[in-house]
């Protein structure tokens, strides 16, 4: 089984390490480096998002860019405070139970949890050392995701991809255990020693014929999500609603993950809450699962680096200059510290 699983994954460039997927176009990404005289030449692509959004940024400063109503309710809880006044900011901002808490300076989807009563939020709080966010559970049934970037001097971005994103889950049939549908997952039983870490108090229980069971509440990635192409509906209206967004935001470059009632009512601007948005870090994700070679995926990746590359030159010609090679070099250094302990913390706190 080991020996199966390993081949699997060389012959899916989708399930190599991040590093190695991106091996054969790093040059470009050195030549953007060279050509801007910057290590962090992307750091003006957003200048309203630290780093412009490359990684380590907070959910706070997206959502302070947003227009009110267009994301979920979110108050903010400060690690080490007394738990009776996190139950009280809880009641006094309107939340019920279920909720979602998440780390404001998250990655990867690590630490997202819903939380289903007094109890679990309680264990989150006292096990989460940083600021972290609870956020009202959007239970709108479709979760999409779009990718789009605009050049500064122009009115009109560009949408480049538009995906549906679907939690990874499992389905019983009355007889076979979590722990053993995990195992004959085609995604999840990569992962099982994490997901067993996860799920162990539930992992020998059987689930009903039907019966759904998430084994993740994070639509990424990273955490076993699968991904619908929806480039076809891709037209002016979804435009309109984006360029609405990002021009007063100037947010130039990223990817919106977003719930809704309908890609109709998206485009409508009607009955939809933005759960986030990457900027210049953010992967054209619709790429995966989309039965396309490394090839095909690469010259996708470069397409975006160039987009990337000329609206941070253009931002920097303008006044927002490009970081310098002592902050963004602590800058990665407290993220990566910080990545190390969402990891960690990620085993540790109960789903």
């Not at 176009?25 to 003006?44: D, E, H, K, N, Q």
């Not at 019920?96 to 998440?102: A, D, G, L, M, S």
């Not at 709080?125 to 609870?134: A, K, N, Q, R, W």
């Amino acid at each position: 089984m080991k020996w199966k699983s390993f081949w699997e994954k060389i012959g899916n460039w989708e399930l190599w390490p991040f590093e190695l997927r991106y091996l054969l176009i790093t040059p470009v990404w050195a030549w953007y480096c060279l050509r801007s005289g910057s290590l962090w030449f992307f750091t003006p692509s957003n200048p309203t998002i630290s780093f412009g959004g490359f990684e380590g940024e907070g959910k706070k400063e997206m959502y302070e860019q947003l227009p009110e109503n267009t994301y979920p309710k979110t108050i903010y809880i400060i690690p080490g405070i007394p738990f009776h006044e996190v139950a009280h900011q809880v009641a006094a901002a309107g939340f019920h139970y279920p909720f979602i808490v998440k780390p404001d300076v998250g990655m990867k989807g690590l630490l997202f949890r819903k939380i289903e009563d007094e109890a679990g939020l309680a264990t989150y709080h006292s096990m989460i050392p940083f600021e972290y966010i609870v956020q009202e559970l959007v239970t709108y049934p479709l979760e999409v995701s779009v990718f789009y970037y605009r050049y500064p001097n122009r009115e009109k971005g560009v949408i480049t991809g538009f995906i549906q994103k679907s939690l990874m889950e499992i389905e019983g049939d009355g007889k076979q255990t979590i722990g053993a549908l995990v195992a004959t997952h085609p995604k999840a039983r990569f992962r099982i020693e994490e997901l067993f870490i996860k799920h162990q108090e539930k992992w020998n229980d059987v689930l009903l014929p039907g019966e759904k069971f998430f084994l993740a509440h994070a639509a990424n990635l990273n955490r076993g999500a699968t991904f619908t192409n929806l480039n076809h509906l891709i037209d002016d209206d979804l435009l309109k609603i984006f360029d609405a967004l990002s021009l007063p935001a100037q947010f130039y470059y990223g990817r919106y993950d977003i719930k809704c009632t309908s890609v109709k009512d998206l485009k409508q601007g009607n009955n939809f809450s933005i759960l986030e948005y990457n900027g210049s870090g953010a992967e054209p994700n619709h790429v995966y699962h989309s039965n396309l070679g490394l090839i095909a995926a690469n010259q996708i990746f470069l397409a975006h680096w160039k987009a990337l590359f000329e609206i941070a030159r253009y931002n920097h010609e303008q006044g927002f200059k490009y970081w310098t090679f002592k902050k963004g070099w602590e800058f990665l250094k407290q993220g990566k510290k910080h990545l190390k302990v969402l990891e960690k913390l990620d085993k540790e706190i109960p789903v």
